[in-house]
């Protein structure tokens, strides 16, 4: 997203902050309905384009998208939506996939009000690897003749009991409708979404060795200082590893090819 759908995005993702700050705003309710939301932004072609047409005042646009949503969706949802329309936007597309990003961010909003953000993280980064490991899976859960129900219960199979209830509702969401990203892109987005609220980068860690908990904040913390915020590890164990341990945050790469970086990430695991 470029120009005035970011300007657009950034100002709707404050206002749901807002929004699900009051105690009495149920996040995961809004997440539920923001999903549908977007699935009929995403069928409707020509109600998009109306949505988005700059020619069309935002208050007219509101005013179309209120009429439409009220009584379908809490009211809440609805002035969420009216202000993402009210905006400027580069595209059709960009005003589903924001609608889309909200709804995940309000799973995430509604993890964290519960204590359980880390959980959600540390699921969506195991399932998406478990996923990677094995291709019968993976194409059971992205065969596009197979049905939502089904797909539903095969993820419901997979994580119920074991894993959060806003971890099984981003998975699902994100198997139904991929809206052309793979499952490695969508949980990755989650990933960073997660990380967003918290202020903090995410750092993939692969290690030739488990690190225990001591190591894993003394990386964590090493990392920080290096960045200047806080960090979010997500660890695979890999022998092969070259050096040891190999770093990735965003599209850098901490490697033995990075040597003094590194060797205080090395230093900060033998304490």
């Avoid at 065969?143 to 894993?163: M, S």
């Avoid at 995410?202 to 690190?211: D, F, G, I, Q, S």
Wanted: hydrophobic letters at 40%; proline letters at 2%.
């Amino acid at each position: 997203m470029i120009g005035a759908s970011r300007e657009a995005l950034a100002a709707g993702r404050q206002n749901l902050e807002s929004l699900t700050d009051s105690t009495s705003v149920d996040a995961a309710k809004v997440a539920e309905e923001l999903t549908a939301v977007t699935a009929v932004l995403d069928r409707e072609v020509s109600l998009r384009r109306v949505l988005t047409d700059p020619s069309r005042s935002g208050q007219d646009k509101a005013q179309l998208i209120t009429s439409l949503l009220t009584g379908q969706v809490s009211g809440e949802t609805v002035d969420l939506v009216a202000g993402l329309v009210r905006s400027r936007w580069s595209g059709g597309r960009d005003l589903v996939d924001a609608v889309e990003e909200l709804a995940a961010y309000a799973e995430v909003i509604a993890a964290d009000k519960a204590g359980a953000l880390d959980d959600v993280e540390d699921e969506l980064f195991r399932f998406g690897r478990v996923v990677s490991g094995s291709h019968e899976l993976r194409a059971a859960l992205t065969e596009p003749k197979a049905g939502a129900v089904a797909k539903a219960e095969l993820i419901k199979k997979l994580l119920g009991g074991r894993a959060n209830a806003g971890t099984v509702r981003l998975v699902t969401a994100l198997v139904n409708a991929p809206r052309g990203r793979s499952l490695e892109q969508g949980l990755e987005s989650y990933s960073k979404l997660a990380a967003a609220r918290r202020g903090r980068v995410v750092a993939l860690v692969t290690t030739a060795v488990p690190l225990s908990d001591t190591q894993k904040e003394r990386l964590s913390g090493a990392l920080g200082r290096m960045y200047g915020r806080q960090v979010h590890l997500n660890i695979d164990v890999d022998p092969e590893v070259v050096g040891g341990v190999r770093v990735q945050i965003g599209d850098e790469i901490i490697n033995g090819t990075v040597s003094s970086r590194l060797e205080g990430a090395r230093q900060s695991l033998e304490g």
